[in-house]
């Protein structure tokens, strides 16, 4: 298993938010660049990078940070927030992106996902980002109300090879990733699973890992130091 240290842009700004809600945004690095450092340093493979203000209105204010992150740092990166088209996909892979989260849009044009598989295979991943069960988008404000199983069933179908499933309830709260839901969405689909959502403690990371999780995110409590997050990678491996 591997742990995806996470970076959250909001106006440029590294944040964390409680539960998807906007207006808990806090500051938690001064730099994004400087932040990735740390995280490879501490052994991440991968980044964990999500833009916000793309997440909600469709806008790539944040792409010149995720840029840098890349080019200053080398690291590998996955983003999501905002990817609504092909278009998209393309402009997000040009910045370097080694994998793209598509998460609203899967919802609403499922076609979009399948083409995108279909050009770019395991660089395409998609958010489930789920409330209560049911998926929810833009930004987690609206309610699909597709199920969160049947949706990942029918990504699966389109060749999706990893979701990254998120109870929304569970972010930013630093108490535990649902391990119900994961054990349900592992027993649904065959693809790859990145837990994303709570995972805040070493024992988190060693349920997980025994839930047959292949990746999770971890955010606030990197930041906070509740969770060191080189052990934690170490513990994953």
Not at 85 to 107: E, F, M, P, T, Y
Not at 122 to 133: E, Q, W
Request: charged share 25%; with cysteine; hydrophobic share 45%.
């Amino acid at each position: 298993m591997r742990i995806l240290p996470a970076i959250d842009l909001k106006d440029g700004k590294c944040v964390r938010l409680k539960k998807g809600d906007y207006a808990t945004a806090e500051k938690v690095a001064e730099d994004a660049v400087e932040t990735a450092k740390a995280f490879l340093a501490a052994g991440a493979e991968l980044i964990h990078m999500v833009d916000l203000d793309g997440a909600k209105d469709g806008t790539h204010a944040n792409y010149d940070v995720v840029r840098r992150v890349i080019a200053e740092t080398g690291a590998a990166v996955e983003l999501g927030g905002g990817i609504r088209s092909l278009d998209d996909v393309q402009h997000v892979l040009a910045l370097g992106v080694h994998r793209v989260i598509i998460g609203s849009a899967a919802v609403r044009n499922p076609d979009l996902v399948e083409e995108a598989v279909r050009q770019y295979g395991a660089r395409i991943a998609v958010g489930v980002d789920a409330l209560s069960g049911t998926v929810r988008t833009d930004g987690w404000l609206e309610d699909s109300g597709e199920d969160f199983l049947s949706f990942a069933k029918l990504m699966e179908g389109f060749g999706v090879q990893t979701i990254i499933f998120t109870d929304i309830s569970k972010d930013g709260m630093l108490a535990g990733p649902n391990f119900d839901q994961l054990s349900a969405l592992r027993r649904a689909v065959s693809c790859g699973i990145v837990a994303s959502g709570g995972v805040s403690t070493l024992e988190d990371v060693r349920r997980l890992k025994a839930a047959g999780i292949d990746e999770a995110i971890a955010g606030k409590a990197v930041y906070t130091g509740a969770l060191d997050l080189a052990a934690a990678i170490r513990e994953a491996k």
